[in-house]
């Protein structure tokens, strides 16, 4: 997917690293790094307070429609391509792939435990896999897509799709058939409560509390904002709820009343995740961006609160090409000191061959190019965009269509990596 950088200036606290709508968010149980799935392929990993991307994942040949974060710096991304990759931080490959799916996967779950990972695909099932090895148990029933997976606190999976209804899946050892419950339309999200309660919304943009015997307890009408994602406080006390028309609901579970709405998240919002200490909420959305937001009152969270890349960039105020480097600024940095990112620093890149910088981990795809790096070619990098200009290459997909903008970050580049 192709879409123009634009180079406003961020006012708050925003990660910013995507080539195309951040559709899958998850934070680590520690709280400080996120991972999202892009519909660039890409997965990033963030450093939440720094405002840095720490890697980039690239493995799938779609988008990353779900993510998952586990312990230990591990995190899993599932993608339209069909699999499934767990990676650990700072290895540049994943270190295992699942491909058991024979169609696009759309959600992932962790059980309670952290040993199972539950997938829901498009080819119709859900699959539960024990991460430490063996057999896949494939749940078939649903009437095609299967779109929503969470597990109940007792080990048993709720799953959510297209055919409008949701299914209890009784643990691997019963013989059972999955209770069925029916709703109004399609469903988009399902997720959990800590005491078991089930929180399922879709299409008709009604978010619906029930347990797992099908009893519903109560609903919230978001008034035609179709739901896409779905995330629960870390206390269970609040539902966020994400709709197409770029609303995210803030709802009071216990009373199922909406508190208030994040105002302002890009179109439409596609993913959600809470901190684990259930201060900050970080949306994803159509807009490229992960948006930080005060958990308790709705406001964004910032730019103050995320220093670094911001600051390295005040020296250059009212330079358009530093407006234009700051879709950069989370993943390159400009000076040796600063270190590298996701990606390499810039530092001293006139004049350098492509994949030489020292000290960064290029991919192989970059090394067996024939590129040095001048005014022409990385204006043309963003004219034509680094799949095409540099195939292969890790960094997400991104162009600079008007000419003016990519002038000017050259001429910015060229002045600011110069190295003394
Ligand atoms: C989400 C992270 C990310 C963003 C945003 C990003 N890059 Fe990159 N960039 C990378 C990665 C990762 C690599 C290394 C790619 C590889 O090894 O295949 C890279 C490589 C490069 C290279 C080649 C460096 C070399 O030494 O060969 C240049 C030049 C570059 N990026 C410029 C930019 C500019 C300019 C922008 C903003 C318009 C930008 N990048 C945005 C991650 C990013």
């Known amino acids: ?177 999955p209770r069925i419950v029916q709703l109004p339309s399609p469903v988009n999200s399902v997720a959990v409560a800590g005491e078991g309660e089930i929180v399922a919304a879709g299409a008709d943009s009604v978010v619906r509390f029930l347990s797992a015997d099908g009893t519903i307890r109560a609903s919230v009408d978001l008034a035609t904002n179709p739901v896409i994602g779905l995330a629960l406080s870390p206390d269970g006390r609040r539902v966020a709820a994400a709709t197409v028309a770029g609303t995210v609901a803030m709802i009071d579970r216990g009373a199922a009343k909406v508190a208030f709405s994040l105002v302002g998240p890009g179109l439409p919002v596609w993913s959600l995740a809470f901190r684990p200490d259930g201060t900050e909420l970080l949306t994803g959305g159509g807009d490229r961006l992960v948006r930080r937001w005060n958990a308790g009152t709705g406001e964004p969270i910032g730019s103050l609160s995320m220093p670094r890349p911001v600051d390295s960039l005040a020296a250059f105020k009212g330079d358009h090409g530093a407006e234009v480097f700051r879709a950069c600024v989370a993943c390159h940095t400009l000076t040796p000191e600063d270190g590298t990112r996701a990606g390499p620093t810039l530092s001293g890149v006139f004049g350098r061959r492509v994949a030489t910088a020292e000290g960064y981990t290029f991919s192989q795809a970059l090394k067996g190019l024939d590129i040095v790096w001048d005014a022409r070619t990385i204006s043309k990098l963003f004219e034509i965009g680094p799949s095409r200009y540099t195939p292969g290459t890790k960094m997400p997909e991104q162009t600079i ?20």
């Not at 123009?4 to 680590?28: D, K, N, T, W, Y």
């Not at 591990?74 to 993608?79: C, H, I, L, P, Y």
């Not at 597990?151 to 409008?164: C, E, K, N, S």
């Open 1 to 177: 997917m192709l879409l123009a950088l634009s180079a406003p200036l961020p006012g708050s606290a925003q990660l910013r690293g995507h080539g195309g709508p951040v559709r899958a968010l998850a934070i680590a149980p520690d709280g400080r790094i996120a991972i999202s799935g892009g519909f660039d392929h890409s997965g990033i990993l963030w450093a939440i307070d720094q405002g840095t991307a720490l890697s980039v994942l690239r493995f799938h040949d779609g988008a990353v429609n779900a993510v998952a974060a586990l312990d230990g710096g591990r995190f899993v991304t599932a993608s339209e391509d069909g699999r499934i990759a767990l990676w650990q931080a700072g290895r540049p490959e994943p270190v295992e792939i699942f491909s058991d799916h024979a169609g696009p996967i759309a959600a992932l779950a962790v059980s309670p435990d952290g040993a199972s990972l539950a997938s829901a695909s498009w080819d119709g099932t859900a699959h539960i896999r024990f991460l430490a090895g063996g057999p896949v148990r494939v749940l078939r029933g649903h009437a095609g897509n299967v779109n929503a997976v969470a597990f109940l606190p007792d080990g048993r999976l709720v799953t959510g799709g297209y055919d409008a209804t949701l299914r209890v899946w009784p643990l691997a050892e019963t013989d059972e058939p």
């Open 401 to 420: 269509n008007n000419p003016d903008d990519r002038e000017a970050l050259v001429r910015f580049l060229e002045r600011a990596t110069k190295t003394p």
